[in-house]
């Protein structure tokens, strides 16, 4: 992983490109890669909370392999949890982390250390992007800052979007009933 120094350009750059979208798939996708891009990362991942099963789901990943990924499922509770309650958590060794989940796939997986950083609207987590490095990596301030920025950007923008699809879904059905001969 690359040294980041906080690079306000990289940071307008992505911005710039996530607000142009109002797909939240869209949306998610550019975040995990341009979090890739940016740190030089193995991985990252971001995952969305199921608030029925508090269970954290892939919404999209890059650098992870589908084995890895299909691990089993992730625990809000049991998964680095202090992440979604107390804010980021940086893990330097993944062997050696009683907070790690799944410690022999991240193994086998080839992956050393992980930074989670949750994703808030508001007071609500609404999942965490996790930033997953080849090498035992202590995690700078400005490499927390950068993905805490884009993790936020993204959960407005996500909560945004979601908005947004719900107003035309429902213009669409509005449209639809003021059209319709019944009436």
Known sequence: MRNL?????????????LSKSKDPDKIIRMTVESIQSALGIKGCALFLMNPKSEELEVAAS???????????????LRSIADSLKDG????????????????EAAKKEG????????IMVGDSVIGAVRV??????????DDVNFVQALAQIAGVLIEMSRLYKGQNEYIDVLTTSCESPAL
């Open 5 to 17: 120094t906080l690079n306000y350009e990289t940071l307008i750059k992505v911005t710039r490109s």
């Open 62 to 76: 890059t650098g992870l392999s589908k084995e890895y990924l299909n691990k089993g499922t992730v625990s809000a």
């Open 88 to 103: 980021p958590v940086a893990v330097y060794d993944v062997n050696d982390d009683p907070r790690i989940q799944y410690p």
């Open 111 to 118: 992956i050393a250390s992980i930074l989670s950083v949750p």
């Open 132 to 141: 997953y490095t080849a090498e035992k990596w202590e995690f700078t301030l």
